[in-house]
């Protein structure tokens, strides 16, 4: 009874963690902190493209050599990465504004820290009695990632997150039978998001499986997921 009294707090102390996350992303995205730098135009500009005129498009595109390779269309259509990310945050906007952009990342960030705060409880909870120093590593964990995707300035790299999350869920909970469905599935949504991501996840599911079942098997269960 007291051992289970103090994994339900150690769950809270969790819980309160990641909704602490939340509330402090949600501040950032209404002062608009930090400032989207690096290349992270070319993924928020379409998002806000889509919102004010209906079109995936980004006007701001510097390198209008590279831009008419790309789309020669002359429309400055998003056509140079995987759609799914402007995608979902148009998705997840209430309105038009670049504050509406900003929420919307915010609030994709913290299913991020909520998804991870679980796979990664889960997997300390694996190892045996979830110790303090555990927690703590767990804790420490969250707060690197929390603080990588405050850093990230609005990249796919957010939504790709969210994906090897799940991932691991999967690993740890899935049906041995038939999660090969599932990571299909987050592997196709990891590829609509970043085509680079896409790949790696691809190989780290190939080894996975190589790891698990004998080459027949690993093989028809790749090819079923791929």
């Known amino acids: 009874m007291k051992r289970s009294a103090g994994m339900d707090f150690k769950k809270l102390v969790v819980a ?17 902190y930090p400032v989207p730098g690096g290349d992270s135009g070319f993924f928020l500009v379409p998002a806000l493209q889509l919102a004010n005129a209906g079109v995936l498009t980004n006007p701001l595109f ?14 400055k259509r998003f056509l140079f990465n995987p759609p799914l ?9 209430i ?28 997997m300390a909870a694996r190892v045996g009695s979830l110790t303090w120093p555990a927690l703590s590593a767990v804790l420490l964990a969250l707060l690197a990632l929390a603080s990588g ?15 090897v999350a799940l991932g691991i869920l999967v690993f740890l909970h899935g049906n041995r039978r038939h999660d090969w469905i599932l990571f299909g599935f987050l592997g196709g949504l990891m590829l609509s998001t970043h085509l680079v991501s896409g790949i790696l996840a691809l190989l780290v599911l190939g ?3 190589a790891a698990r079942y004998q080459p027949r098997e690993t093989l028809a269960r790749f090819s079923g997921a791929a």
């Open 16 to 32: 309160v963690f990641v909704l602490a996350c939340a509330v402090l992303l949600v501040l950032f995205a209404l002062l608009a």
């Open 62 to 75: 510097i390198n209008e050599q590279a831009m008419r390779i790309i789309d020669p269309s002359g429309q």
């Open 85 to 93: 990310y402007p995608l979902l945050l148009n998705h997840g906007m």
């Open 95 to 122: 309105g038009a504004s670049p504050w509406d952009i900003f929420l919307s990342i915010a609030i994709l960030s913290s299913l991020v820290i909520g998804a991870s705060a679980l796979a990664l409880y889960r």
């Open 149 to 163: 995707l405050v850093g990230s300035s609005g990249r796919p790299e957010i939504l790709a997150s969210l994906w």
């Open 207 to 209: 080894a996975l499986f």
